[in-house]
């Protein structure tokens, strides 16, 4: 424990200026995996090259031609984007057109302003190619005729557009197969063995209903019950292939098709022996465990090496999840392995692990033969990347959250026994800094490349509260640095960049189709010159079955500039994609990376694995470098990132009892989207819906409220599921179970929530006669939603409940819909016409207008009125961060207690951290019950500014309102004045003077004169 604390303290500083490292200017040494690299003595691959047609259509338009080429040799050819009806002609043509967005209604100007019509091209593989290679175009359906295109620019980055940017000619990645099974499979991770053979291994994913590889159909009726529907059993299998002399091995399954695998990583050591880390889920707690994969017998001279995995060893014990590890060589004989270890009271941290000749142990020896101080470094940190470089340096680089936004920090270790402890900080300027990815040169400088995003991530952002914080995944650009002669540089060339705030929540598709660029890769080619990849955004909601898309562009970095980017081929799927950077043996990269053919194969939804080859001509050009100037931090932001702490904590420490009973109250909300809604291109990765929650917002529980998980797709959901339970931390975070289901009005968008795993999304329900639709389904669609709640223990709430999305309340189960949406942070207030923040109807004269439609008849006060038993929360829908929260009045902190308590409506809706105690005698928010005198209650509200105003409702109408009080603080104790039989229902809000709300779920009491 002193080794890590020593090794903990030490991130306090910047001390990066080591001896170590030298004041020498670096000369060129020998890098492990650029030596083993070369051991393949692989040729080049062919160069790509994509025709792409259609880049101006205003409608679908026939684009088919053929393309003939001089001066080199085609060996394969590919369409692109094709669908179905497309296809390529012997020997050298097509048939083929452009195409309207996938999802976009028809006879829409809107959405065709910003959703183009889908370009389609032809992908050619060139080999032999000679200086004067060019192309021959012809497309005669746009009077195009022999149209002769130079590739020497092309072959170099540079895109040629033709015919007035109607069609262009560029380079791209050439891209093979890899795993292209029935599993999905997705994150890749690939090293070289010391022969200089290429292991790549991956989680393949085995669906089970192959009906929702896309999206599951609607019911032709009721099911008799929904047994089929709970489905705990894993599915995830660990697979690893060999490249050898231009062919690949069969594929080596590691691991059996049941488990629940995080991410994985790989490593050979010099003996030749490779190992796959990974992190399973074994008795619901994630740990890490390695596999080595070795000769079965020595080869004969008539056939290749056959290589078996041997015993499974595990790596970690810990009570909470070990995840995301990444292995590098030290040497040829040392691994070293870093991964984010979750604590039970403190949250993530980076912990190492050594492999010596085979061997694991906590014990990581330094170069010159010490051991490091410690094996665990910083504190909420997230994203431990290992790199090594010459001379046996090695570097650990995380990001890690500081008060108010993520930072960079690691340790550096140099040959021999000195060290850079605690590099921290990359930038200190209180920006998003996340996602670092590294890489060591020949020159021994570490390079290093991560996500920058703007002040304020994930605070105060929403329809009605929009100036003071910024959403999740509105601005993100790359940025990279390097450490030279023990000091933090940069290029001189920029990538592109954002403004920090893009946009406003109503824009709609205006703010998906904006460009962003995540998720950055650094690695050298075989020549030592460095490459950056990134995830670059593109399209819209309409754009594909699952809605935006991302592609991942590579730039080489070549003396002031970088190269222009270049498409990786079969690269688009989701925004979280983390391909593997390594060098070619013929000098240019290699990259190993995952697609689900969203954007090339639209029609078709399938993860897969890829890997490319990219170059460019020309030497080496030594980059140009200055000094990185971190910038400094914004003091009142330090401030209030304090206070904010103080809040959360207070809130946090809060008891409250009645009736025998503790209450603790437990923040959280279940309605955030990501990328995995089909319009959740602006709303970020499924990770930093995590990082949100536990980070910036603070949150004791959250839940994923993606539209059936990703339009009811087997593999997005099972990604939720794995993700809810790899995040959970016990008494500390609390991820539920939860999705959104979107059915429009009368019915209503309803978020599920669940306590256990494998709860499968329902599809609606079809009503085959027009006549009696509603809503375009079946008019008892809600009703089989309830039944499959109560057979499987979940339970639901109404969302933005008076507008387009929302319901008239013809359908209420109390049972399963204990509680509603009264507030939404992308929205409005549902309490009642002319509520604070509620929305009027936008025909008339007065704001705010409400967001979404207008539907009156959905307003909250309405169903109260009727009688029924609803309780209040609050939550977040698209975009909105931080000012949307559900508090649960929970006696024990887990999923069942969470569940149980908003169940029982013992939870309250607030746009602040404000403590809000309601009672009467024994009973609590939420409790219905019954009295002979009249009704009294106790109320205490802890803001977090000045109140403004406490109001007690009765039956949605005021009965006492207490205002001009000073403080934060406010406590009375009050009895209705004018009681009368019957049961009414009694509610508090509070209003501070800074604007924010709470609201107390009602009690119901039937009052006997």
């Avoid at 080999?127 to 004067?132: F, K, L």
């Avoid at 069609?167 to 795993?179: M, Q």
């Avoid at 639901?796 to 399963?816: E, K, L």
């Avoid at 002979?932 to 106790?938: G, I, M, W, Y």
Wanted: charged letters at 25%.
């Amino acid at each position: 424990m002193q080794r890590r604390r020593a090794l903990l303290a030490a991130t306090v500083g910047i001390m990066v200026a080591i001896a170590a490292i030298g004041q020498q200017k670096p000369t060129a040494q020998s890098l492990l995996v650029l030596d083993w690299a070369k051991k393949a003595k692989e040729a080049a691959p062919p160069t790509a090259i994509v025709i792409e047609m259609g880049l101006k259509d205003a409608q679908a338009k026939p684009w088919s031609g053929k393309a003939v080429v001089s001066g080199a040799k085609v060996v394969h050819r590919e369409g692109y984007r094709f669908r179905e009806g497309d296809k390529l002609t012997e020997p050298d043509g097509w048939v083929a057109s452009s195409h309207r967005p996938l999802r976009a209604p028809p006879k829409s100007p809107a959405i065709v302003a910003v959703e183009p019509v889908a370009t389609v091209g032809v992908v050619l593989h060139l080999t032999d190619i000679q200086p004067d290679a060019a192309l021959r175009l012809s497309v005669p359906d746009h009077e195009i005729k022999d149209l002769q295109v130079s590739l020497k620019e092309i072959l170099s980055g540079q895109a040629k557009a033709l015919e007035g940017g109607r069609l262009s000619v560029r380079l791209v990645s050439t891209a093979t197969p890899v795993a292209t099974a029935k599993t999905e499979d997705d994150f890749p991770a690939a090293c070289y063995g010391p022969d200089g053979t290429l292991w790549v291994a991956w989680i393949g994913y085995h669906v089970q209903e192959d009906n929702r590889r896309i999206e599951p159909p609607q019911l032709k009726g009721q099911p008799k019950d929904f047994k089929a529907y709970q489905t705990s059993e894993f599915g995830d299998q660990l697979f690893v292939k060999s490249f050898k002399d231009g062919k690949w091995s069969d594929a080596i399954a590691i691991t059996d098709a049941k488990q629940d695998l995080v991410r994985c990583a790989i490593a050979a050591e010099g003996d030749g022996t490779v190992w796959a880390v990974y992190s399973a889920n074994r008795q619901g707690k994630f740990h890490l465990f390695a596999t080595p994969i070795r000769p079965a017998a020595k080869p004969d001279d008539q056939g290749p090496t056959v290589w078996r995995p041997g015993r499974e060893e595990r790596l970690t014990t810990a009570e909470a999840s070990d995840l995301h590890a990444s292995v590098t060589n030290i040497s040829h004989n040392r691994l070293l392995l870093a991964y984010q270890h979750w604590r039970l009271d403190q949250g993530p941290c980076i912990q190492f692990l050594g492999c010596e000749k085979g061997k694991w142990s906590e014990s990581v020896r330094e170069p010159g033969g010490g051991e490091m101080a410690g094996n665990s470094i910083g504190g909420r940190a997230w994203n431990p990347v290992a790199a090594s470089g010459p001379g046996e340096h090695y570097a650990v680089v995380h990001d890690e959250y500081l008060g108010s936004n993520y930072e960079l920090g690691g340790a550096v270790i140099s040959a021999p026994g000195s060290r850079a402890l605690g590099w921290s900080v990359v930038d200190s300027a209180g920006r998003f800094n996340a996602r670092p990815a590294i890489c060591y040169d020949l020159q021994s400088r570490l390079w290093v490349a991560y996500e920058e995003g703007p002040e304020l991530w994930g605070k105060d952002f929403g329809a009605l509260d929009a100036d003071d914080g910024n959403p999740l995944y509105f601005s993100r650009t790359i940025k990279v640095v390097c450490l030279e002669d023990g000091k933090l540089k940069r290029p001189v060339a920029e990538l592109p960049s954002l403004p920090p705030r893009v946009g406003s929540p109503d824009t709609g598709a205006k703010v998906e189709a904006l460009p962003r660029y995540a998720y950055p890769k650094i690695g050298i080619d075989g020549k030592g010159r460095v490459w950056v990849t990134y995830r670059q955004k593109f399209g819209t909601r309409y754009s594909s079955h699952p809605g935006s898309y991302w592609l991942t562009m590579a730039r080489r970095l070549d003396g002031d500039q970088w190269s222009p980017p270049i498409e990786v081929a079969h690269s688009d799927g989701l925004l979280d994609d983390r391909p593997v950077l390594l060098p070619h043996p013929a000098g240019g990269l290699r990259i190993i990376h995952n697609t689900d053919g969203r954007y090339s194969k639209p029609e078709v939804i399938d993860n897969q694995i890829y890997m490319s080859y990219l170059d460019l001509p020309g030497d080496p050009v030594e980059p140009k470098l200055v000094a990185h100037d971190a910038g400094k931090k914004d003091e009142k932001l330090v401030a209030r990132a304090k206070k904010e702490k103080e809040a959360v904590q207070r809130i946090r420490d809060y008891r409250l009892e009645a009736g025998g009973k503790k209450y603790q109250l437990l923040r959280g909300e279940f309605h955030r989207h990501t990328e995995i809604s089909w319009d959740g291109g602006p709303d970020g990765s499924l990770e930093d819906m995590f990082r949100y929650g536990i980070d910036a917002a603070g949150m004791d529980w959250i839940g994923n409220g993606d539209h059936d998980s990703g339009a009811g797709r087997e593999y997005c959901w099972w990604l939720i599921q794995k993700y809810t339970d790899a995040f959970h931390v016990p008494n500390r975070f609390t991820p539920m179970f939860t999705y959104e289901r979107s059915v429009s009005y009368p019915h209503g968008h309803r978020n599920c929530m669940f306590a256990q795993r494998g709860v499968r999304t329902l599809p609606r329900l079809a009503e085959p006669d027009k006549e009696k639709a509603v809503a375009g389904i079946h008019a008892d669609d809600t009703k089989m939603l309830y039944r499959y709640l109560k057979e499987l223990n979940g339970i639901c709430a109404s969302h933005t409940s008076a507008t387009g999305m929302g319901t008239d309340w013809r359908d209420h189960d109390p049972q399963v819909e204990p509680f509603v949406e009264i507030y939404q942070g992308d929205r409005n207030n549902y309490e009642f016409q002319g509520a604070p923040r509620a929305g009027y109807d936008p025909k008339g004269n007065m704001k705010p207008f409400s967001i979404g439609g207008w539907q009156p008849k959905g307003f909250v006060n309405l169903p109260l009125l009727e009688g029924r038993r609803l309780g209040f929360q609050a939550s977040s829908d698209h975009f909105s961060t931080h000012i949307s929260y559900c508090v649960v009045l929970a006696e024990k902190h887990d999923r069942q207690g969470i569940l149980d308590a908003c169940r029982k409506r013992h939870c309250y809706g607030a746009t602040d951290d404000i403590i809000l105690d309601v009672r009467s005698g024994t009973q609590i928010m939420g409790d219905e019950f019954k009295t002979k005198e009249a009704p009294k209650f106790e109320i205490k509200v802890i803001g977090t500014a000045p109140l403004a105003k406490v109001t007690i409702l009765k039956n949605s109408e005021p009965a006492v309102a207490f205002d001009g009080m000073k403080g934060a603080e406010f406590q009375t104790a009050w009895t209705d004045p004018k009681p009368t039989a019957g049961t009414h229902y009694y509610y508090v809000r509070v209003e501070q003077a800074d604007g924010e709300l709470a609201w107390s779920s009602p009690m119901w009491i039937d009052c006997t004169k």
